[in-house]
């Protein structure tokens, strides 16, 4: 048997990947990602559900405590607004920035998770992500009762604070993308009116409460003082 000389360095053969194995290896990965990948993805729409929830809710506080110190009366949803520079001028500025003292400037909670500015500290408003202020109740009692401009909606009117809607997403957009003043006039930019089953929304009640709606259920959720019951033809 030969003996290694002292010295003389010890040689390692090193076998690397055969294509065979490589291509077992990718297969491998391909099949774990396809496993995992829904997996991560409802784990991102849980996750992006409770946040729409979250920002809702913290919505109506903020909403409540303006209407506490307004006589009972919610920020007036005036038309296309952006965020205004100037909030002294009361008249010119959207309900999203009548909120700003009550949300401690905290101006994400107006847009969707994942938004494309959800990580931004500009309006919060885009072309596709956003929360409208539910005002109808106010619009329709301006235009039943031929009053000279648009009221603000008034909480004390409200019959069933549990079924009126206060506050939802904007599904259908047909809002402007600088508009921070978004609300239901005279569309419905959560379900569209509609009375079939389609994609679903989240709303904010007058109670405070949120819940989910995939269709106008007329029976149970209401954009009218005394609602509900009562349709919405415009709709």
Do not use: C, H
């Not at 990965?29 to 991102?44: D, E, G, H, N, Y």
């Not at 929830?53 to 506080?61: A, C, D, E, F, K």
């Amino acid at each position: 048997m030969a003996l290694r000389r002292k010295g003389t360095p010890l040689r390692v053969k090193i076998r690397g990947f055969t294509l065979i194995e490589l291509l077992v290896t990718i297969s491998i990965v391909a099949v774990l990602a396809t496993l995992l990948f829904p997996m991560v993805q409802k784990s991102l729409e849980k996750s992006g559900d409770a946040q729409r929830t979250s920002n809702l809710r913290q919505i109506g506080i903020a909403l409540l405590a303006f209407a506490n110190e307004n006589d009972a009366r919610f920020p007036l949803a005036a038309g296309v607004l952006p965020y205004m520079q100037d909030p002294t001028a009361e008249a010119n500025i959207s309900w999203q920035q009548a909120l700003d003292p009550y949300v401690s400037s905290n101006r994400k909670i107006f847009l969707f998770p994942n938004s494309p500015l959800s990580n931004s500290t500009v309006q919060p408003s885009d072309s596709v992500a956003g929360f409208f202020l539910g005002s109808r109740a106010a619009y329709v009692d301006y235009l039943d009762n031929s009053l000279s401009t648009i009221e603000p909606l008034n909480l004390l009117r409200i019959q069933n604070p549990s079924a009126y809607i206060l506050a939802g997403e904007v599904v259908f957009n047909s809002f402007p993308p600088e508009d921070a003043d978004r609300d239901n006039y005279s569309t419905d930019p959560a379900l569209n009116g509609r009375d079939e089953i389609g994609k679903p929304a989240k709303f904010l009640f007058a109670d405070g409460s949120v819940r989910q709606y995939a269709r106008f259920d007329q029976t149970s959720i209401t954009t009218r003082y005394n609602g509900p019951g009562l349709s919405d033809p415009e709709w």
